[in-house]
């Protein structure tokens, strides 16, 4: 077989030969990894040879929680929490009223283009403001893949007021056509009503989508539910049956272990975010205890408010260092943070037999990590292997030379194809110093 591409003696890291790296080779075709060996490819077995010396080739990350339309407000929210930053910025709907749409698709955009540079190649945009079926240009345009979480209320503030099906039906037409999920964006936990979540929760079965909550996510949502209906948060969903398998919750910090249990026993699925956690002292989620329940883990950044980056190799570096402290020396392994990371993101949105390691038959999208640099010397395999470790503790999103999205050669040498990125970012410059003038 002559390969599209060939990516010749990388070293492979992947779950699925349990993370043991490998000096190897990895053949594409048709979009597909048709070929993953110890062997070297040699250059006329392919029509583009890529040398994969100096390199880690793993699978794309993914981020399962981000909130693109913030980033033309990075750095704005330092030093408040959530609920002061609520406070805050309520009088112009969090700068709603200060930009223009041109301004949250240039946001948007420049997301995309961090993500994709810093190795990550699944996003899913939990849209803070509707732009309608150009939510679906901005996301692929830049060729990232992804998912577009759409807000199921017509208006946040009247949360009965719900899209209709067709509406919520034609969306997700218009994101499978561009090779996107679409998902619904719940409610707030101010707003829980049994009826209410019901509803909603018919509402996106008929229409077949996966549904996303911020779940959990902080301590004074949680005194509300609590005070209203007695119990956490998940206890009262899991009470009303609308968790399932197709549930991602986000945050998810503030919780019994009994709901971790119902977590794990409704399938729902977990994307923290442990950086904008700490970041607006949120808390810190108990996933040492998910992990060891169950429950399906996997990473998120959040918006530029909240975290001020969209890079997953700091979350990981984050989570491993928090729980640490917090939860012992040996409360998650490496090989925990990287799933959360690439496989276990892929599960979060029923895909993990498309994409989320290094498998014949799976989707060729993967990325190069530079190991020609001093932060990533030593690097060694075999019994002392130190790779993954790397990867965890070292490595950051700065380090990524080359991103694939089926086959296709995105990154190259630090360069993203896909976009004029200089012009974005004076966009998004424009548009943050519009905010910070008025």
């Given at each position: 077989?002559?390969?599209?591409?060939?990516?010749?003696?990388?070293?492979?890291?992947?779950?699925?030969?349990?993370?043991?790296?490998?000096?190897?080779?990895?053949?594409?075709?048709?979009?597909?990894?048709?070929?993953?060996?110890?062997?070297?490819?040699?250059?006329?077995?392919?029509?583009?040879?890529?040398?994969?010396?100096?390199?880690?080739?793993?699978?794309?990350?993914?981020?399962?929680?981000?909130?693109?339309?913030?980033?033309?407000?990075?750095?704005?929210?330092?030093?408040?929490?959530l609920l002061e930053q609520n406070q805050a910025f309520a009088d112009t709907n969090w700068f709603y009223t200060l930009i223009d749409d041109e301004d949250r698709?240039?946001?948007?955009?420049?997301?995309?283009?961090?993500?994709?540079?810093?190795?990550?190649?699944?996003?899913?945009?939990?849209?803070?403001?509707?732009?309608?079926?150009?939510?679906?240009?901005?996301?692929?345009?830049?060729?990232?893949?992804?998912?577009?979480?759409?807000?199921?209320?017509?208006?946040?503030?009247?949360?009965?007021?719900?899209?209709?099906?067709?509406?919520?039906?034609?969306?997700?037409?218009?994101?499978?056509?561009?090779?996107?999920?679409?998902?619904?964006?719940?409610?707030?936990?101010?707003?829980?009503?049994?009826?209410?979540?019901?509803?909603?929760?018919?509402?996106?079965?008929?229409?077949?989508?996966?549904?996303?909550?911020?779940?959990?996510?902080?301590?004074?949502?949680?005194?509300?539910?609590?005070?209203?209906?007695?119990?956490?948060?998940?206890?009262?969903?899991?009470?009303?049956?609308?968790?399932?398998?197709?549930?991602?919750?986000?945050?998810?910090?503030?919780?019994?272990?009994?709901?971790?249990?119902?977590?794990?026993?409704?399938?729902?699925?977990?994307?923290?975010?442990?950086?904008?956690?700490?970041?607006?002292?949120?808390?810190?989620?108990?996933?040492?205890?998910?992990?060891?329940?169950?429950?399906?883990?996997?990473?998120?950044?959040?918006?530029?408010?909240?975290?001020?980056?969209?890079?997953?190799?700091?979350?990981?570096?984050?989570?491993?260092?928090?729980?640490?402290?917090?939860?012992?020396?040996?409360?998650?392994?490496?090989?925990?943070?990287?799933?959360?990371?690439?496989?276990?993101?892929?599960?979060?949105?029923?895909?993990?037999?498309?994409?989320?390691?290094?498998?014949?038959?799976?989707?060729?999208?993967?990325i190069l990590v530079r190991t020609d640099r001093p932060h990533m010397c030593p690097l060694r395999m075999g019994l002392c292997e130190n790779v993954t470790s790397?990867?965890?503790?070292?490595?950051?999103?700065?380090?990524?030379?080359?991103?694939?999205?089926?086959?296709?050669?995105?990154?190259?040498?630090?360069v993203l194809q896909t976009a004029d990125v200089p012009q974005i970012m004076e966009s998004v410059q424009r548009a943050s110093e519009k905010i910070a003038r008025?």
């Open positions: 077989m002559k390969f599209d591409v060939g990516i010749d003696r990388a070293v492979i890291v992947s779950a699925a030969n349990g993370y043991e790296p490998f000096a190897g080779s990895v053949g594409v075709k048709d979009g597909r990894i048709a070929w993953v060996t110890e062997k070297t490819i040699q250059k006329s077995d392919c029509d583009r040879w890529v040398d994969g010396r100096n390199r880690i080739l793993m699978p794309g990350l993914v981020n399962a929680h981000c909130h693109g339309d913030m980033t033309l407000a990075r750095g704005l929210g330092d030093g408040l929490t698709y240039a946001s948007r955009q420049l997301t995309y283009c961090e993500a994709l540079l810093s190795g990550t190649t699944f996003l899913m945009e939990n849209m803070y403001w509707g732009l309608g079926r150009r939510s679906v240009d901005a996301m692929s345009e830049i060729g990232i893949k992804g998912a577009l979480a759409e807000d199921v209320r017509r208006d946040f503030a009247k949360p009965d007021l719900l899209l209709e099906d067709r509406e919520l039906t034609a969306f997700r037409d218009a994101c499978r056509e561009r090779g996107l999920l679409a998902v619904a964006g719940g409610i707030s936990e101010e707003d829980f009503a049994e009826e209410r979540l019901i509803r909603i929760k018919e509402k996106t079965r008929r229409c077949g989508l996966r549904q996303t909550f911020h779940l959990a996510e902080n301590d004074w949502r949680i005194r509300r539910v609590r005070e209203q209906f007695g119990c956490g948060s998940i206890e009262y969903l899991h009470k009303l049956g609308v968790l399932d398998g197709e549930t991602i919750g986000s945050h998810v910090v503030h919780l019994s272990g009994e709901e971790i249990g119902q977590l794990a026993q409704s399938g729902v699925k977990v994307a923290n975010t442990p950086l904008c956690e700490m970041k607006i002292a949120d808390g810190i989620a108990p996933i040492p205890e998910m992990v060891r329940s169950g429950v399906t883990v996997c990473l998120g950044t959040d918006g530029a408010m909240w975290n001020n980056s969209s890079d997953i190799f700091r979350e990981m570096k984050g989570m491993a260092l928090l729980h640490t402290v917090h939860s012992g020396i040996r409360s998650l392994r490496t090989t925990d943070i990287l799933d959360m990371a690439t496989i276990n993101g892929a599960k979060a949105f029923g895909m993990e037999s498309e994409f989320g390691t290094i498998e014949e038959g799976k989707s060729a999208d993967f790397s990867l965890v503790f070292c490595a950051t999103g700065n380090d990524v030379s080359d991103v694939f999205l089926n086959g296709d050669r995105i990154v190259e040498n630090g008025k």
